[in-house]
């Protein structure tokens, strides 16, 4: 590479350019690129976390693999992903195209709604970890048969908050986006439309929805690859609970590596986050379509 | 996308006088479902937050009777006063100086390196390192923390502030890289040019067009970046230890831990440990809000 640089330097004056790049590519090597190669590296060795670390070729992606643990947890990061972003999107592109809008009290909703985003993940889980409490909580407090239930103590119930407390959180982000998505939509095609005699809903789906392809891409790529990283909040509502009912593949890596100081296997759970991580992301980039996206990520 | 350019060029004047006389929205009529759905949501926000509000004022033998909707008739502060005395303080400031410290590196870094990136778009080097950093959008970072936490013990940074720092300033690149490049590809060529033409270098044109022209896009990146290393939970749980070195979200993990059972103590100090960003919302909102609209939809 530094072949190539020098020789750049000496063809354009644009010489600079490379070095501009170098402190953010040298943190970023550093602590995102080695650590990739790393955790594939580690999950070829037996290490407790504090002592040494021996190569113990595939003991670890052994234990992984025939741990009937694995598919299980797969399949909680599958549904916590699928059905958050079932629940998510439609709620957010009907919220975006409302605050996209000119509505009398958008200002006022628009203060509150975005609360959320500002809030750690450990607040929230907390929160609500207090709020669902079958004995003092919400349900318990005003009497309601219904709102008292055991919500974290039953496998269901406890996958259900978690969608839930997961969509609290993240359809205010995701809704800024579709607002964003829809103001950039020309104004001329309503209008358009509006001469074509096309009311409101005709023009949601044949104008607005079309027209927020990318939009929706993004989002979800944002939300698919994000909901892989739901750790935090899992861990503090539940800690994977009741059972292992919300034990998703990052909380499952935290507890093999941090917990059990089984650093091997876990490295294996994280290859597999990466893997499925960028299957995901390739999979959204092909269903976008888009030439820029594409050649883009040839280049990695 | 036009806006932020059309905002920060230089001829302001003309381009605002004909704003007003932009034919204005008509063509969307009210928007019921979007209306419902938003009073609905609004609700659906707003409940969690009024009851987690209300309870960190009731004292904790009230907190079992009394009805949760309702604020408590003789409201106290003990709640509060005892969070702060569980050195709520220090938490703070560690929260402050990991935030900072990660935040201005990784700002400027990748500003440096979009611009790079856009204007060395000819090079390679430059494609393939766009690449490198896109490829950090795809893949879960947090997958990387084993790696990262055997070479913060290597450099003997554990249970430091500067073990929480660096990795954030790493996972923070990507996402910045991404919106600032696209905000410094929407500044005209022909500027870049006439810059050339009197002589400017890369560093002062990096710093005396680009980052002006850009400005909102960096507050957004900024603001948006300082809210995730703010709010981070997992770097701080496996790189730190001692209770000093707490972050005020572990910290409030920690607390519910001592305080379990009383209820109104650990909901004060969510309120307490959001505070914060809550008066930084109160104050930045509109550009917060403007800048992740336009930042993310491209």
């Known amino acids: 590479m530094s072949s190539l640089t020098d020789q750049r330097r000496r063809r ?25 190669v790393g955790v594939f590296a580690l999950s070829f060795t037996t290490w407790d976390g504090i002592g040494a670390i021996h190569v113990s070729g595939l003991t670890s992606w052994r234990a992984v693999l025939t741990d009937p643990g694995l598919p299980h947890a797969l399949g909680v990061t599958f549904m916590v ?14 919220l975006g195209t409302f605050m996209a809008g000119r509505q009398r009290y958008r200002a006022l909703l628009g203060v509150v709604y975005f609360v959320p985003l500002m809030l750690s993940s450990a607040a929230i889980a907390l929160a609500y970890k207090a709020l669902l409490d079958p004995n003092f909580g919400l349900g318990a407090g005003l009497k309601i048969q219904v709102l008292s239930q055991d919500w974290l103590g039953r496998p269901w119930l406890a996958f259900g908050v978690v969608v839930f407390v997961v969509s609290w959180q993240f359809i205010p982000f995701h809704s800024l986006i579709y607002q964003g998505g829809v103001q950039q939509i020309p104004k001329s095609l309503y209008e358009a439309a509006q001469l074509d005699g096309a009311g409101r809903i005709r023009q949601f789906f044949s104008i607005t929805l079309p027209q927020l392809k990318y939009t929706i891409i993004t989002s979800s790529t944002l939300m698919v690859v ?35 100081s089984l650093m091997g296997p876990a490295s294996a759970i994280a290859v597999i986050l990466v893997l499925v991580g960028l299957a995901l992301a390739l999979m959204l980039r092909r269903l976008g379509g888009r030439d820029a996206g594409a050649s883009q990520l040839e280049g990695a | ?33 979007g209306g419902l759905a938003g009073w609905l949501w609004l609700g659906v926000v707003v409940i969690p937050l009024y009851w987690t509000l209300i309870t960190s004022f009731k004292a904790q033998n009230r907190y079992y009777a009394s009805n949760p909707l309702v604020p408590t008739g003789d409201p106290t502060l003990d709640n509060y006063r005892l969070v702060i005395e569980a050195d709520f303080l220090r938490y703070l400031v560690n929260s402050v100086v990991v935030t900072a410290g990660a935040v201005v590196p990784a700002v400027l870094f990748s500003f440096m390196a979009a611009y790079a990136i856009v204007r060395g778009w000819r090079m390679p080097v430059m494609r393939a390192m766009n690449g490198l950093f896109l490829m950090g959008l795809a893949i879960p970072l947090q997958a990387t923390v084993i790696p990262v936490y055997l070479i913060i013990i290597k450099l003997q940074l554990y249970d430091s502030l500067l073990a929480l720092i660096l990795p954030s300033i790493a996972f923070a690149i990507p996402l910045s890289v991404l919106v600032l490049s696209n905000f410094i590809r929407d500044v005209p060529k022909e500027l870049f040019d006439s810059m050339r033409v009197d002589g400017a270098t890369e560093w002062t044109t990096l710093w005396r067009l680009a980052a002006p022209l850009t400005r909102p896009a960096i507050l957004t990146v900024t603001i948006f970046n300082a809210l995730t290393i703010w709010n981070g939970f997992l770097l701080p749980l496996i790189l730190t230890q001692s209770p000093d070195r707490r972050t005020l979200p572990l910290a409030l993990w920690t607390f519910q831990g001592q305080y379990g059972v009383n209820v109104p103590a650990v909901v004060a100090a969510v309120v307490l440990t959001t505070l914060p960003v809550l008066v930084l919302y109160a104050f930045g909102r509109r550009q917060l809000l403007s800048g992740l609209t336009a930042g993310f939809s491209r």
Not at chain 1, 12 to 36: D, E, K, Q
Not at chain 2, 22 to 31: E, V, Y
Request: charged content about 20%; overall charge positive.
């Open chain 2, 1 to 33: 996308m036009t806006t932020t350019l059309t905002g920060s060029r230089r001829p302001q004047k003309t381009v605002q006088r004909e704003r007003p006389r932009h034919p204005r929205r008509t063509a969307r009529g009210r928007n019921w479902a």
């Open chain 1, 226 to 260: 994000g909901s892989l990283t739901f750790f935090d909040l899992i861990f503090v509502l539940t800690e994977g609970g009741p059972g292992d009912a919300t034990r998703v593949l990052a909380l499952d890596m935290y507890k093999r590596g941090f917990q059990a």
């Open chain 1, 12 to 36: 354009t004056p644009r010489s600079i350019l490379p070095w501009l790049a170098t402190p953010a590519l040298v943190i970023y090597v550093g602590f995102a690129v080695i650590p990739l």
């Open chain 1, 81 to 94: 992903m699928v059905v958050s972003w079932l629940v998510q999107t439609p709620v957010c592109i009907l």
